[in-house]
Every structure is written in C-alpha cells, then in structure tokens.
C-alpha cells in the first residue's frame, strides 16, 4: 500500500511554458513562486533584441542531487518574476557570456545558474575563473571557492544568497559574506517574505536529513529549529515555513513562523509523508500520509481515508479551508479527488495544475484526451488545444487565463470564470509564466517575439 502512494513524477511538466513536452516547456517553473515585495511591471517593454550573432544555450540538465556547480547554462530565457528583466546565455569562441536586458558580461570558460532579482534589475551567476568558481553579481566577480550553486535574491532584491564550497567545508553566502560553514552539505536555502531572515537545512548526512536554521542575515542569530530534516517549503508571503522530518522510522510535518521559530507546531508521525502544501490563508496544511498502510489525506490535523490511487500533484487546498482536491493517479487515468465530501470527477489520460477561484465557487486544471489538451471547470470541459498549462484565476475570481498552444504557436487565452473564452491574445514564438496586475485588471508575461524578446501587458 505504501509503495503505490509514492510521488509520481508524470511525463508532463507543471508550471511550463505552453510548448509541448519538452525541457523549454520546463524552463520557467520557478517563476510560480508568489511574489512578496513590489508590483508586477504594468507597462510593456522591450527587454532586449537578441543579436543577429548570438545563439543562446540550451542544454538538458542531469537529474538528482547536485554537488557542483553545473557546467553550462541551463536555462534558454529567464524572464524576471515581475517584469523589467530578462536573460539568456551566448556561446562564442568556446566561451559564455550572460546577456541582461540586452547587455552582455564578460566572457567566460562557462557559467552556471543564471538568477535575476525579481524586479529584474539585478543579476546572479557562476563562472569558471582561472580554475575557481566565483559568484558574479551585477557584473562583480566574488570570492574563489571550489564550487558555488543555487544563487537567490530575496524578495525585495536587496540581498543574494548561495550555497559554496570552500577547501572540505559548504558555506551559505549571503551577500558575499560566508558563514561558519559545515562539513556535509546543505540541501536547501530560502528567505523570508521580508527579506530579513533566511533559513536553510544544512549539516545533511547521508539519509539526506539535516538541521534546519533559521538565522538573520548576517548569522548573528541562529535558532536550530529541528533535527532530521528532510525538506521544507513556505507559504506564498514566506512568512511561514513547513518542514518534513523523520525519526525513529517515522516521518511527520512541522510548521512555524519565522518570526517565531521556537514556537513549532508538531504533526503527527505517520510511516510515510507525501505532498504537503499551504492553504490560501498562509497556515492551513494539508499533505497526504500512510498509516497501519492505509493511505490518509491530512488536513489541519483531521484524518480522512483517501480511496485507491497513487498522487499526481500535491493536494490543493479550498479557500474555505475546510475541503482538500488531490489530482489522483489510478488504472491508467488522472482524476481529482476532493475529501472530505468525497467528490469525484472524470478521469483523463493525464491532469495537472490544479487550482481553485478566489471565491472557491469554481475549481479548474489542465487535460489530456487523446491528442487534445483543454482546461477542466467544474468538471466541464474547455475548447481544445495541442498544448494547455498553468491555468490561473483572477484575483477576483471572474476570469481564467492559461498559456496554450496551436499549430506551433503559443498564446494566452482568457476565459470567463466557467472556463468560456473571452479572448486569445496574439501568439507568439515563446510565452511565458502569466501574472496579474496590481489592478488585477491586465496580465503581464515575457515573450519572445521574432529576435525581441519582451515583457508584454494586455487588457483581460
């Protein structure tokens, strides 16, 4: 029993670029993290012209855990979380350059992850200098370490955290100043929604488990929050953080603020954790759990039996806090399911990306039947695609907008809140994640559009 409730990983991306399965449907998954500081840029602008000479680098990334910085650019285009900033990396003369916002750096044997702030004015990278490894930030190369990986800027891009190494020991770096360091390795590094404290699971043995830290920026202050931890994940504002641990072959789910990291509230231990996610409010949780073999969907601590089926995506939980949908993954077919009523709906060959509306009135995901893709309201089916992804409801809950793909070509399509279609907004080559205004009354997205590539605003 406990086997067939093991993540899945489905052969379709979630959070991608509407293009097919491939790795550029991929390439910007991070960008759903929520903001938690300034506006999404609400005018369009060009960010750069790509050059007639420059060929940006695209390369497939080995899977599992990484040690060392990546040898090559993994990304073809990064478009900032909020708009004003793009980047890309360039090959010549067997050497990379990252170009911003139409600017290349300098040139280098090869660079790793390239990260920008999330206003997109400010820039992060590894480089290969003289046989080191140096973070370079806004042009600025930093200090020489074995390897350097995972650069972050905070939410208010004052701040850019990385984890290097250094002779045997892994530091994390925050703002070019190393702390003490540990001699394992750290597994991850997050900041706050303030940008004033960061946390982070370090001293990871080979059970993959660690320490969680939380600490103030210059590791001045340091609060050992838990033991044997595995991984953590935070709300939306990144106030809050959730984190899963094990002991004594358990496993069980912990949550706390980061303003109060002494004040822990515990789950309990179950013989397996899967999935656990935040509700709309910032402190609901809801994850699914084994015990005595029986699969559970747990939500703010109530047990509910969940039927038959292995979980395709995590579980998502209702604005009224009181119901839970799961993507579920059975005999061949994806469907949700939603406890504790018990609702279910029709399978498909696969399903992803599911989300709910503001008021909780409508929920929606993405399809695949056959050779068509569509979004899924309420159950009842959207108009058909090659292509749908990241499907997305307007802050007051009265539109859907998700990126699509027909014939070749990518483009939103923005839906009335049952899924019918107000308008398909022009298509281009490459689309990017979608977001909304502050006025929630326009979307704004990165495109790529012939050699420009551009931050573009449009009327719902």
Request: with cysteine; glycine share 10%; charged share 20%.
């Amino acid at each position: 029993m406990t086997c067939r409730f093991r993540m899945v990983v489905l052969a379709v991306c979630v959070a991608i670029l509407a293009g097919g399965c491939s790795r550029r449907d991929a390439e910007n998954s991070h960008a759903s993290r929520k903001s938690t500081s300034g506006s999404v840029l609400a005018t369009t602008m060009i960010l750069a012209t790509i050059g007639d000479n420059e060929k940006p680098v695209t390369v497939n990334m080995p899977s599992g855990p990484a040690y060392h910085a990546p040898l090559t650019a993994q990304l073809e285009f990064i478009f900032s979380e909020k708009g004003g900033g793009v980047a890309y990396v360039i090959e010549k003369a067997g050497t990379s350059r990252v170009v911003h916002n139409g600017v290349a750096g300098k040139p280098y044997k090869t660079v790793g992850t390239v990260v920008l702030s999330p206003d997109g004015k400010r820039i992060a990278y590894g480089a290969l200098v003289d046989g080191k490894w140096r973070m370079v930030v806004d042009g600025k190369e930093g200090a020489p370490f074995n390897t350097v990986k995972s650069p972050l800027f905070s939410p208010d891009g004052s701040h850019l955290a990385y984890q290097a190494m250094a002779g045997e020991r892994w530091h994390i770096v925050v703002d070019a100043a190393p702390n003490a360091g540990t001699p394992k390795r750290y597994l991850s590094h997050e900041f706050s929604g303030d940008s004033s404290r960061i946390a982070y699971i370090d001293d990871v043995d080979d059970k993959a488990t660690g320490r969680l830290v939380v600490s103030d920026l210059a590791f001045s202050r340091q609060t050992v929050v838990a033991t044997g931890v595995l991984s953590m994940q935070l709300n939306a504002d990144k106030t809050r953080i959730a984190a899963l641990s094990t002991s004594n072959g358990t496993q069980s789910v912990m949550d706390f603020t980061f303003d109060k990291p002494e004040s822990v509230r515990k789950g309990q231990p179950y013989e397996n954790v899967q999935g656990y996610a935040f509700g709309p409010d910032g402190a609901a949780l809801a994850y699914i759990a084994i015990r005595a073999g029986k699969p559970l969907m747990v939500m703010n601590s109530k047990e509910m039996p969940l039927p038959d089926g292995v979980m395709a995506n995590r579980p998502v939980i209702h604005p009224d806090m009181k119901v839970a949908g799961s993507l579920m993954f059975l005999n061949g077919t994806t469907y949700l399911q939603e406890l504790p009523q018990g609702t279910r709906e029709s399978g498909y060959e696969t399903a992803e990306s599911l989300v709910y509306s503001s008021d909780g009135r409508y929920h929606a995901y993405a399809a695949k039947k056959g050779e068509n893709w569509f979004v899924v309201v309420n159950g009842k089916e959207g108009p058909a695609f090659d292509r749908v992804v990241t499907p997305k409801f307007s802050p007051d809950g009265k539109y859907l907008v998700y990126r699509a793909r027909k014939s070749g070509r990518r483009f939103v399509v923005v839906a009335d809140a049952t899924g019918k279609t107000v308008k398909a907004h022009p298509e281009y080559e490459q689309v990017f994640e979608v977001q909304f205004t502050a006025d929630g009354k326009s979307i704004a997205y990165g495109v790529k559009d012939g050699q420009k590539l551009i931050w573009m605003v449009e009327a719902l």
